[in-house]
């Protein structure tokens, strides 16, 4: 799900910057693209600090079902 996430936040970014490029480049349009870009990274690094937050939590499962077979 994250790499469709990863995917759709790729492809609006690259639109909205075929947009405003469209008439030429100004630094208004240097501006959003630089907001769009920081808002797909964030939206990205979110969705890997969330991922590594549930697969932490697997294994902290994982080790405590291992430690609950030993006594």
Same mark, same amino acid.
């Given at each position: 799900?994250?790499?469709?996430?990863?995917?759709?936040? !790729?492809?609006e970014?690259? =639109?909205?910057? =075929?947009w405003? $490029?469209? &008439?030429?480049? *100004?630094l208004? &349009?240097?501006?959003?693209?630089? @907001?769009?870009?920081? $808002?797909? $990274?964030? @939206? $990205?690094? @979110?969705?890997?600090v /969330?991922?590594? =937050?549930?697969?932490?939590?697997? /294994?902290?499962d994982? !080790? =405590?079902?291992l *430690?609950? *077979?030993r006594?």
């Amino acid at each position: 799900m994250d790499d469709l996430k990863k995917g759709y936040r !790729e492809g609006e970014e690259t =639109a909205k910057e =075929a947009w405003r $490029n469209r &008439d030429g480049e *100004d630094l208004s &349009d240097k501006l959003g693209n630089l @907001g769009d870009d920081i $808002n797909k $990274n964030l @939206g $990205n690094l @979110g969705d890997d600090v /969330r991922k590594g =937050a549930d697969d932490a939590g697997d /294994r902290m499962d994982r !080790e =405590a079902d291992l *430690d609950k *077979d030993r006594f």
